[in-house]
């Protein structure tokens, strides 16, 4: 299974940002796919998720109402869109893919939220 993020990069707050994943090595359309982020000195949180018909989604409550999570299956690709950007959502966003008790992760892209 690999997992390629793209999208990250350096914003000025209450700006956008939209991430991609790429996956590969799988039958994606059957896998939950995850966002999560990791701040310098904190612990790795879930962003966001959406189940593998992308009808059932979750969202942090720090995110709710401003990050969208979407997936094109026949493009094997999950998005995160983001809208509304804090400082405080400066992080390395990781791609997750999740099947049973089996997890998949991509390298992560960064994203800066900075004036």
């Known amino acids: 299974v690999h997992l390629v993020e793209s999208g990250g990069g350096l914003v000025q707050p209450g700006g956008s940002l939209r991430l991609s994943c790429a996956a590969s090595?799988?039958?994606?359309?059957?896998?939950?796919m995850r966002w999560f982020r990791q701040a310098p000195g904190k612990d790795r949180e879930r962003v966001a998720s959406?189940?593998?018909?992308?009808?059932?989604?979750y969202y942090a409550d720090s995110v709710k109402g401003r990050f969208t999570i979407s997936r094109a299956n026949a493009e094997n690709t999950v998005y995160l869109q983001m809208d509304s950007l804090k400082q405080e959502d400066t992080a390395e966003y990781y791609c997750?893919?999740?099947?049973?008790?089996?997890?998949?992760w991509g390298q992560g892209t960064q994203v800066t939220v900075s004036s």
């Open positions: 997750n893919a999740r099947r049973g008790g089996f997890n998949s």
């Open positions: 090595g799988l039958i994606f359309s059957t896998y939950m």
């Open positions: 959406i189940g593998s018909s992308g009808t059932a989604t």
